[in-house]
């Protein structure tokens, strides 16, 4: 997930990790309130995460996880 990551990754860093394990396996997450989501929103952002992929992370890979209807 990526809980603190603006504190710990740069945007190339993340964007490293989002393609080795695959955009499906990405929860977004914050480690309130040491991080916000705004900052880890951001952080997605500059990696230039959008579109369906960044819907995914945002929630739908979480609802997959969880096996809730979507």
């Known amino acids: 997930d990526t ?3 603006s504190h710990f990754l ?3 860093e993340l964007s490293e990790l989002i ?3 695959g955009v499906d396996k990405v ?3 914050t ?3 040491w991080s916000t989501a705004p900052d880890e929103l951001a952080l997605l952002r500059r ?3 959008t ?3 960044l819907e995914n ?3 739908k890979n979480a609802a997959c996880l969880l096996k809730l209807a979507l």
């Open 3 to 5: 809980a603190f990551a």
């Open 10 to 12: 740069n945007a190339q």
């Open 19 to 21: 393609h080795l394990h």
């Open 27 to 29: 929860l977004f997450a």
């Open 31 to 33: 480690d309130c309130p």
């Open 47 to 49: 990696v230039g995460v």
């Open 51 to 53: 579109g369906s992929d």
């Open 57 to 59: 992370i945002l929630w």
